[in-house]
């Protein structure tokens, strides 16, 4: 069942997936299009699980599911996996890998390897102050408070000095 993400309680819990590019206004629409029928009838053991998306930036896909109502079982979650999986597929662009860090450059948003934001953080390159996107948030109520944050107060901070 489809909800307006900005409904749902702050514990739901959050997937949020990276792209690697950003995506054009027809892919957007496109997307928002197949999120709409897949958080539809998404499902778990048949019984409808209530979540919503926003998709942030042109680049970040945050799916959100109400825990109350119905938990997630290893089915649905691989049934989202595999959606994400399609995505990739059909828009050629890397959505599941967490190897990679996002960040803000002014209103830009930069997309790196780890091992490249390691060595931009030993360079000085990014700092303490620098906005970050931590991926790692678990609930509605995480993503609200945590999820773009200066570097210091994210996992990104055990990289600069």
Not at 76 to 104: C, G, P, R, T, W
Not at 107 to 129: P, Y
Request: aromatic letters at 12%; glycine letters at 4%; one cysteine or more.
């Amino acid at each position: 069942m489809l909800v307006e993400f900005n409904t749902l309680p702050e514990e739901s819990r959050v997937w949020i997936y990276q792209a690697n590019r950003s995506f054009s206004e027809s892919e957007l629409e496109e997307i928002k299009a197949k999120l709409d029928i897949f958080i539809e009838n998404w499902t778990a053991h048949g019984s409808d699980l209530q979540a919503g998306y926003l998709i942030k930036y042109k680049r970040f896909i945050v799916i959100g599911l109400n825990q109350n109502l119905n938990n997630a079982t290893g089915c649905s979650i691989d049934a989202s996996v595999h959606f994400i999986q399609q995505l990739e597929k059909e828009y050629n662009v890397d959505l599941m890998d967490k190897m990679n860090v996002s960040y803000k450059q002014g209103e830009f948003i930069a997309h790196k390897s780890l091992t490249d934001f390691r060595k931009m953080a030993k360079d000085k390159a990014v700092s303490k102050n620098t906005i970050v996107f931590n991926n790692l948030v678990n609930t509605v109520a995480e993503f609200n408070e945590n999820w773009e944050v200066p570097a210091s107060e994210s996992w990104h901070a055990r990289f600069i000095k």
